[in-house]
């Protein structure tokens, strides 16, 4: 099964994005800051990790250094999930070195699919686990 991180520190956003990603068919860790979410990226392995920009202990772009920066996770998709407006979200996800990013709030009628897209750009999904490439 596709395992999720979500780095997101207000608990409603947090749970909301894990219900609809568990609803989708998809294994979903969380982690409420960059600290605890660095550790459960270490250990976990996700396929993917979801980035709030605006964590209380450490900001998105400290947070995307290290995992773009250790060798171990370098190559997991990492995108930004983020209230920015879009044009500002673009520029600094890429900055930090972001896959991507979503505005939020997110669409939980459309998410599920939208992160079966993306990691299906990126050959993250496993079909004989559950997952969709479509």
């Given at each position: 099964m596709t395992k999720i991180l979500i780095m997101e520190d207000d608990a409603h956003q947090r749970r909301l994005i894990q219900r609809v990603l568990e609803h989708g068919g998809f294994e979903v860790v969380a982690a409420p800051d960059g600290e605890s979410g660095l550790r459960i990226a270490l250990s976990a392995k996700p396929d993917l990790i979801l980035l709030d920009m605006g964590l209380p202990d450490m900001?998105?772009?400290?947070?995307?250094?290290?995992?773009?920066?250790s060798t171990f996770l370098a190559d997991t998709?990492?995108?930004?999930?983020?209230?920015?407006?879009?044009?500002?979200?673009?520029?600094?996800?890429?900055?930090?070195?972001?896959?991507?990013?979503?505005?939020?709030?997110?669409?939980?009628?459309?998410?599920?699919?939208?992160?079966?897209?993306?990691?299906?750009?990126?050959?993250?999904?496993?079909?004989?686990?559950?997952?969709?490439?479509?």
């Open positions: 900001d998105g772009q400290t947070v995307a250094g290290l995992i773009k920066g998709p990492l995108v930004a999930v983020t209230a920015w407006p879009r044009d500002v979200a673009a520029e600094m996800a890429a900055a930090y070195g972001c896959d991507g990013y979503f505005s939020k709030p997110i669409s939980a009628r459309r998410f599920a699919d939208q992160i079966r897209d993306l990691l299906a750009e990126y050959g993250s999904t496993r079909p004989e686990d559950g997952g969709s490439t479509h």
